[in-house]
């Protein structure tokens, strides 16, 4: 039988590899997701959830009760559009990971105004989280993408080269939050409020709307607006 310590550094590396989050393990297994948290922590995870873990992760049995680690798979879906790196607890890079540095990105738009790609162009800034950061957001390291502000528009939210963290994994709209969007063909970070008829008031937190006047999106152009995700931390001089 695999040791506690075994069991979450397994755990903690199939969810990696697999780009899986806790809220899906906690929906297999039928636990919470703080058990989940509570798993990759200190390993004690009884062995009735190891059927669930074993069809999930497509792994043997074995693998859970104390067998030797199957090959590494190719991880499906798509390849990220950025890169990051990992620091492991072990030398030879087997251990638990404990924290992901992360390129900051500016981000343009290719394709001319009707074009909803965002084009990531890497910067010489560097931003390091720790693990259990990503798991308080219920994020995988492919969801987050660090890309910084331009303009004054978000003021005093979010100044003119502050860095927006965004959660691509968070883009369903929630009222009066803040987002990475594209729309007019331009890339902006933007506070969003769905209407009752459908559409969408995009508005700059900057009190000067004879500058930043709010942006009204009827229902039948939301097809223009492609959310990248939610701005759920900064680094600068505002404060979300």
């Given at each position: ?10 755990l ?21 997701q ?24 497509n ?16 991880r ?51 931003v ?27 003021e ?34 933007k ?26 999106v ?23």
């Open positions: 039988m695999n040791t506690n310590k075994e069991l979450r550094d397994r903690i590396f199939q969810m990696r590899e697999k780009g899986v989050r806790a809220s899906e393990v906690a929906e297999w297994c039928g636990v919470s703080q058990a989940v948290f509570n798993w990759r922590k200190n390993g004690r995870i009884d062995r009735r959830h190891f059927i669930a873990l074993t069809n999930r992760f792994v043997p049995l074995e693998y859970w009760l104390g067998a030797e680690e199957p090959q590494e798979q190719p499906p879906g798509k390849a990220s559009p950025h890169t990051y790196g990992v620091r492991n607890d072990e030398a030879n890079g087997t251990g638990p990971v404990l924290e992901v540095t992360f390129p900051v990105y500016d981000i343009d738009v290719s394709g001319g105004p009707s074009a909803a790609t965002p084009e990531l162009i890497e910067t010489r800034y560097r390091c989280y720790q693990m259990d950061w990503l798991d308080r957001w219920d994020a995988k390291a492919d969801d987050i993408l660090i890309a910084r502000v331009r303009g004054s528009s978000m005093p939210v979010l100044y003119d080269g502050d860095k927006a963290v965004i959660h691509r994994g968070r883009t369903r709209v929630r009222n009066d939050t803040v987002y990475s969007l594209i729309y007019g063909g331009d890339a902006r970070v506070r969003l409020f769905t209407l009752a008829d459908g559409g969408l008031r995009i508005v700059s937190d900057n009190p000067d709307k004879a500058r930043y006047p709010d942006e009204i009827p229902p039948d152009e939301l097809s223009q607006v492609y959310v990248i995700g939610q701005v759920i931390e900064k680094m600068g001089s505002g404060g979300l």
